[in-house]
């Protein structure tokens, strides 16, 4: 298999339709084979729901689903440990995260040798109450770890399976998974 996609997300209902129906028009038009992982942290709207009729109207989805919330390590942790792909996508799943960088991001990981890439938000929807604090940790995270990205915090990343079979991520660790890959001896981060 291609690719594992995998998205943890807390009530995300109203995008779930739509963002699988994005994810299958890129990945067909590319051409791979691929599976999409929901991990539902312990949602209180219909998420659980509309991920168990995803799953029964296409065999490529998986859902797991948290009695609680346990935040989005945890859901990660769950779903590296569930995933066949050769590269693994992460995403969020509020339609921040574009599909489309997909393909970009694999050929990344298969045909330049990278073993983490991660995107970026160029054009963010937050407020600026959100901004300016994740501009700082990045700065910060890049000085202190060495390592150059963009948006450390972005929830798009593509990894080889390699690197998810090799960390584990708990508390709010999610946040640092470049530097943890660093840490675990992988070496290609971009």
């Known amino acids: 298999m291609d690719i594992s996609i995998v998205?943890?997300?807390?009530?995300?209902a109203e995008s779930l339709p739509e963002l699988h129906r994005?994810?299958?028009q890129v990945m067909r038009n590319h051409h791979f084979e691929y599976e999409t992982i929901f991990i539902d942290d312990g949602s209180?709207?219909?998420s659980w729901s509309i991920i168990e009729k995803l799953q029964k109207d296409d065999p490529r989805v998986r859902g797991i689903r948290f009695r609680r919330n346990y935040g989005k390590s945890a859901a990660l942790n769950v779903g590296f440990e569930h995933t066949q792909g050769d590269v693994v996508i992460t995403m969020d799943a509020d339609l921040q995260d574009s599909p489309e960088e997909i393909p970009e991001l694999y050929?990344?990981?298969k045909s330049e040798g990278y073993d983490l890439v991660s995107g970026w938000k160029k054009k963010r929807y937050d407020p600026i109450s959100k901004t300016i604090p994740t501009k700082l940790y990045?700065?910060?995270?890049s000085k202190m770890s060495g390592i150059q990205l963009h948006d450390m915090n972005c929830g798009l990343k593509a990894?080889?399976?390699?690197?998810?079979k090799n960390i584990e991520v708990y508390g709010e660790m999610h946040r640092y998974i470049p530097v943890i890959a660093k840490w675990a001896g992988f070496k290609k981060n971009r």
């Open 7 to 12: 998205i943890p997300l807390f009530n995300e």
């Open 22 to 24: 994005w994810i299958n």
């Open 44 to 46: 209180t709207d219909d």
């Open 107 to 109: 050929k990344l990981i």
């Open 138 to 141: 990045n700065y910060v995270t």
């Open 159 to 164: 990894y080889t399976s390699d690197v998810v």
